[in-house]
């Protein structure tokens, strides 16, 4: 492991870290006392890429200590905590937070000792308000960008911080746009949509969307720390068996901006491929568009095509990136990225989750390579049956041809069939009497993880393969096929329709896995072994 010099880390002693900063103040203990038990993986690998001298926005980190319990959590929220921290971060970007004419803006996000992809919530944009806007638009000289950031805290700030329910975001921009997608929209159309979302905010929780920066930053703090308690995080550790008391920390970070036009985008992705183990870089990425695009499930993204056509210098940068990371952390990395014009930023790297078949190539390919030992691959495939380094495929049954009803990107492979359930409450009826269900939803939310424990496969009308909720199912071992165009719910009428076909609750489907086939009814399958894979594994465990 590369230790952590101290211009990359610095200690606070009441548990506040800084990342890529400028400096500190003196007297700061030794940074050696940076772990990830205290300011959670997410940070900790961020300190990580920043001491790399990859490109990470500078940030300050609260500890898990304040997570520990509720008087803990409420200390977090108290300027006298993070203001250290603040002061850094507009020491080292020249910007200060709320200033009229340079305003700082800030994500907040969560991040616990051990991966829960999408469990717990994040906050975009903290900072700008009818104050700060007029600076940003002076700085940026960017009105669609300022105007579409500031109706995005509006929404995100409802929603997580005063339980605004999304949808009453979602009516506004539908009565508004229709179904106009809002890149097509300008910058005076957003500015009355977010004239129109700050009054929707007003009706909904009763007071005014709140103008003090320091107001948003205190209240999106808490938000997060309260995150850890919510029904899916708490779903999630109970899932994987991971303890309650280990807390989230709360890293502050500098914002760049993926919708600052043409030349910008979110995206996430593996620096291998995650299903098959090829070694290859495998992203989806989404134009003009923020983080929480991506791996919220509502969006439907693009592979790498478009972004190294576009901005070659950017997908170059992604591509060493992927290269230095695995070889000083020594596995598969799961990265989040933001292109501000054709500039690239790292926000986050992880290992990636991964099915068996990709757990043994890629173990095994690291170990060709020289980037891990034979007893690292032995320990990382040593849970691994030949029973599960199978391919299962759909086959022709008879004279009947096989039509596929439509295709999705898939997200993990595999086949599953069962009977079409639209909610949670359907899928454990009908699991519960011995039926095998496949959860069909429009978006790829992980929300639906309780759903997804009981389910075979997911199928969802829209959705990244990098969404949270497909990494949660790659990792649960089951089959997810995300962002079927020629998918259509009515889910007031509980049926889908697929081309010209309609199908009903409790009707049943096939989900290839393999090639983003779709089927009705139940297709024969074989299951058929990776001879290769197989072999060389029992290579790596002969004595």
């Known amino acids: 492991m590369t230790a952590l010099q101290p211009d990359t880390v610095q200690l606070w002693p009441d548990e506040v870290y800084l990342i ?30 920043a001491e790399l001298g990859l490109p990470v926005p500078p940030a300050f980190v609260l500890g898990t200590h304040y997570c520990r319990d509720a008087r803990a959590r409420e200390i977090a929220t108290a300027s006298t905590v993070w203001e250290p921290g603040l002061q850094e971060l507009e020491r080292t970007t020249g910007q200060r937070f709320g200033d ?4 700082l803006l800030l994500s907040v996000r969560s991040g616990a000792p051990v991966s829960m992809p999408g469990m717990m919530d994040t906050l975009l944009n903290v900072g700008l308000c009818d104050t700060t806007l007029a600076g940003m638009l002076r700085q940026t000289g960017n009105p669609r960008l300022v105007w579409d950031t500031y109706r995005r805290l509006v929404a995100s700030y409802g929603e997580l911080v005063a339980g605004v329910p999304s949808s009453i975001f979602e009516a506004e921009y539908a009565a508004f746009a229709g179904t106009r997608d809002e890149h097509g929209l300008d910058f005076t159309e957003l500015r009355e949509l977010t004239h129109r979302c700050l009054a929707a905010y007003e009706r909904a929780a009763g007071q005014p969307f709140p103008q003090d920066p320091q107001v948003q930053l205190a209240n999106a703090i808490g938000s997060v720390l309260a995150s850890w308690q919510s029904d899916r995080a708490c779903a999630y550790r109970k899932q994987c068996g991971i303890s309650d008391a280990i807390g989230t920390a709360v890293t502050v970070q500098t914002m760049v901006f993926g919708n600052a036009g043409g030349r910008s985008g979110a995206g996430v992705g593996f620096t ?18 923020q983080g929480e695009d991506v791996v919220s499930g509502r969006r439907s993204a693009r592979g790498h095509e478009e972004l190294a056509q ?8 992604l591509q060493d990136a992927a290269t230095r990371l695995e070889h000083a952390l020594g596995d598969m990395q799961d990265v989040e990225f933001t292109v501000q014009d054709a500039r690239l930023y790292m926000l986050q790297t992880r290992n990636g989750k991964r099915t068996p078949q990709a757990a043994a190539r890629i173990a095994l390919d690291l170990l060709d390579e020289g980037v891990i030992s034979a ?19 759909i086959v022709a ?4 041809p096989l039509t596929p009803l439509a295709h999705a990107a898939s997200a993990s492979n595999g086949v599953a069939a069962g009977e079409i359930a639209f909610d949670e409450a359907r899928a454990r009826m009908r699991h519960a009497a011995g039926a095998s269900v496949v959860l069909v939803r429009r978006d790829a939310e992980t929300d639906d993880i309780a759903a997804l424990e009981v389910a075979a496969g997911l199928l969802t009308q829209r959705g990244a393969r990098t969404s949270h909720a497909a990494v949660v199912a790659r990792q649960l071992g089951k089959v997810c096929l995300v962002g079927c165009t020629g998918l259509r719910l009515d889910e007031s009428a509980r049926t889908l329709q697929l081309g010209d076909t309609v ?8 989900l290839d896995g393999n090639d983003g086939a779709i089927y009705a009814g139940t297709a024969r399958t074989v299951i058929e072994p990776m001879a290769e894979l197989q072999a060389r594994l029992e290579r790596l465990r002969a004595p």
């Open 20 to 49: 890529g900063c400028a400096g500190a103040p003196r007297g700061n203990p030794d940074p050696a006392g940076a772990s990830a038990e205290k300011v959670g993986f997410k940070a900790y690998n961020l300190l990580r890429m």
């Open 100 to 103: 009229p004419r340079q305003p």
């Open 272 to 289: 291998r491929d995650p299903v098959s183990g090829e070694p290859t870089l495998w992203v989806d990425f989404l134009f003009n568009a």
């Open 310 to 317: 576009a901005m070659p210098a950017a997908w170059k940068a």
């Open 375 to 393: 007893e690292v691959a032995r320990e990382r495939t040593a849970a691994l049956k030949p029973a599960a380094l199978t391919r299962t495929r």
């Open 397 to 400: 049954s008879g004279d009947r």
């Open 503 to 510: 199908l009903h609750e409790g009707d049943e489907v096939t």
